[in-house]
């Protein structure tokens, strides 16, 4: 039998909906949501995310009827559930009978319930009575006609540094090194006298007097992502035996730093995420192209954004609500972007518990509250050209690469500059591409990149010996390739190679030497023909690689800031944003890629997916956009021909 997947639930649809917590409300409550639901063309909702209390209130009990009436009810309203597991959030009583349960910060502290995310994966208890949860929700659930999809978990986070956490990272630690010399050789604990004689003396990297060693760190996460893929692995593996063709989900946190989403991916039926830009960040707009670039790259084709704010948030120091027809533009951005179902958290907008502040489909103010009224509108829409939209692919031809164990190893403590956030490199990149109106995919940098006339490594610090060839293999098969600095620096066990940066990476963009790093402070600058760097500078001596640009002034004046060999580029500090957007788009060019369409104005989005082109206005003020040709525009029914007039945060999908 083969794997279900997202089109198995949207069938020919874009799914619209959100999170529906009927357990915060009076049962007299659900028939009148039901009802708005329908007057908002919801076809999806996601039940029992935080539900284990209320099915299980006492160990073993299980409270079904509530859970009964609701899924037959929206099953009756033609509204499709996605079940989720509700292992995410565990009752007062697990933690208060199995203290272990609960995991411990790095200072040995431990995290009561009280909140969510209260769980150690390595709890054999937590693990135990996760599983039996899910095994009878499984069993109750898994053949009803309202169920389309399983949710496990919930945004996946929790570290631990307790006792039992130990234990299974030292299991783990076997399993990856099976003795202690090789352990000890790939730590490197040769440095500060930290030899292992023994494994009861490994432990994960609690609070340390100085530094905690980087290799170790760096393995606890990479066992942190590993084990909490154990939960979710055993979790979807009790619901697939239930309900085979039934596709099961975890939804990832935007561009999450605690797992290795690529590894997760290959896990997963349907790849989803939560999405929040901020609607007051100017650059809120290419932060979300970036998640939905990202998502669906692991998504391999359409993707799932499970949650979105209507309105405003609730955990930033001050939050915004989304201004009349933003919901709208950032819906229709990442449908652009291969979405094939936009939800919210969450349907009706809490009046109690810490999120009452965080919006909801129908907010505290309402069916006439403009929040519900916009809403109702885009499931109109969405109804309406769904069909013509699902199922397709947005295919691009720039690879951004991008890596967990290279971001992981690049944040560690006792680097040359803490101001390096490879989070924040990575999106300044892509701004970079978004800006210059080029679409992008991501890629590990082990895939095959072959499809893709240009590669982008914003900066991969860590990087295999398997990477790196791929990467060499990748421009001798006629690839252009451009990085960023402080890539190639470190192997798998985050020892630097000699040289500073790898060998094969040194003579692919004709490096002969690269005697220092020079990290710039906080508002410093390089200064480098026609651009100025920032964050960082390198003192390199060319080899056979030729001098694109130089650093003028300083200490590095003359020495080559931007250095090319061939087809490979290597930028050796971070060019102010419109200087790497023209370097970035000159690259493109040379490499035979332009821009989805030319001549945009300002702030106007276009994305391809398959033959449809979505144009979307980012600004406040009405547009004209040249689009040569006659097109069917799907949202207004109407043919457009040479151009199209969009109006504040307006959106145009053009078919051909």
């Excluded at 449809?612 to 525009?633: E, K, M």
């Amino acid at each position: 039998m083969s794997t279900p997947g997202l089109g198995d639930v949207t069938r020919g649809r874009v799914l619209f909906g959100g999170d529906y917590n009927p357990e915060q409300w009076p049962e007299e409550t659900w028939q009148e949501d039901v009802r708005l639901m329908k007057e908002a063309s919801v076809t999806s909702v996601t039940l029992g995310v935080f539900a284990w209390a209320k099915l299980e209130p006492r160990p073993g009990a299980r409270e079904f009827g509530w859970l009964d009436r609701v899924m037959a009810l929206l099953h009756a309203h033609g509204i499709g559930v996605v079940l989720a597991t509700p292992t995410s959030s565990p009752p007062p009583w697990l933690g208060r009978l199995h203290p272990d349960t609960l995991p411990r910060d790095r200072d040995g502290r431990t995290e009561w319930w009280g909140g969510r995310q209260h769980f150690s994966h390595s709890s054999a208890a937590y693990r135990r009575h996760a599983a039996a949860i899910t095994e009878d929700l499984a069993a109750r659930y898994g053949d009803h006609p309202a169920l389309t999809m399983w949710h496990v978990n919930n945004e996946y986070c929790t570290y631990d540094w307790g006792d039992e956490a130990a234990g299974t990272f030292r299991r783990w630690l076997r399993d990856r090194y099976g003795t202690l010399d090789a352990l000890n050789t790939a730590w490197g604990t040769a440095f500060w006298s930290q030899g292992y004689g023994d494994w009861a003396e490994v432990l994960p990297p609690r609070r340390a007097h100085y530094l905690n060693n980087p290799a170790q760190v760096l393995d606890f996460r990479r066992c942190t992502s590993d084990l909490l893929l154990e939960c979710y692995v055993a979790e979807r593996d009790i619901v697939r035996r239930y309900s085979p063709g039934v596709p099961v989900t975890t939804n990832f946190m935007p561009l999450g730093a605690g797992q290795d989403a690529w590894r997760w991916a290959e896990e997963e039926d349907v790849v989803s995420v939560g999405l929040y830009p901020d609607p007051r960040d100017p650059l809120g707009a290419q932060y979300g192209a970036l998640v939905q670039d990202l998502t669906r790259s692991q998504a391999r084709g359409p993707w799932m954004l499970m949650e979105q704010a209507a309105g405003a948030v609730n955990w930033r120091g001050v939050n915004h609500p989304k201004p009349r027809g933003l919901n709208r533009l950032w819906s229709f951005q990442a449908v652009a972007r291969g979405a094939d179902a936009v939800c919210y958290f969450q349907w009706r907008q809490s009046r109690q518990g810490a999120e009452k502040f965080h919006s909801g489909m129908l907010g505290h103010a309402g069916k006439r509250g403009r929040t519900y009224r916009e809403v109702r509108e885009l499931g109109a829409e969405l109804a309406r050209v769904g069909g013509e939209i699902s199922g397709r692919h947005a295919p691009a031809e720039v690879a951004v690469l991008h890596d967990w164990h290279a971001w992981w190893a690049g944040t560690q403590d006792g680097r040359p500059s803490r101001e390096v956030d490879p989070a924040e490199v990575v999106r300044a990149w892509h701004r970079a591409l978004w800006e210059a109106r080029i679409g992008t995919d991501f890629a590990h940098p082990e895939h095959d990149l072959s499809a893709y006339p240009l590669v982008v490594v914003p900066q991969l610090y860590l990087l295999t010996d398997a990477a790196i060839d791929n990467l060499v293999g990748y421009v001798r098969g006629g690839g252009t390739l451009i990085s960023g600095f402080l890539t190639g620096i470190a192997d798998r066990d985050d020892r630097i190679r000699p040289g500073g940066m790898d060998a094969r990476l040194r003579e692919l963009f004709g490096i002969r030497t690269l005697h220092e790093w020079w990290p710039l402070d906080p508002g410093e600058h390089a200064e480098c023909d026609g651009f100025r760097g920032t964050l960082w500078s390198e003192e390199i001596e060319a080899g056979d690689g030729v001098a694109h640009a130089r650093y003028r002034g300083g200490e590095l004046d003359g020495l080559p800031a931007v250095l090319r060999r061939g087809r490979a580029w290597y930028v050796s500090t971070l060019p102010a944003p419109d200087a790497l957007r023209d370097l970035l788009t000159d690259v493109a060019a040379g490499a035979g890629v332009r821009p989805v369409l030319d001549g945009l104005p300002a702030r106007v989005e276009a994305v391809r997916r398959e033959d449809l082109l979505f144009l979307l206005n980012h600004g406040c003020d009405p547009v004209t956009v040249a689009v040569p040709g006659t097109h069917r525009d799907l949202l207004t029914r109407r043919r457009v021909t040479d151009a199209v007039e969009l109006d504040r945060y307006g959106v145009a999908v053009l078919a051909p």
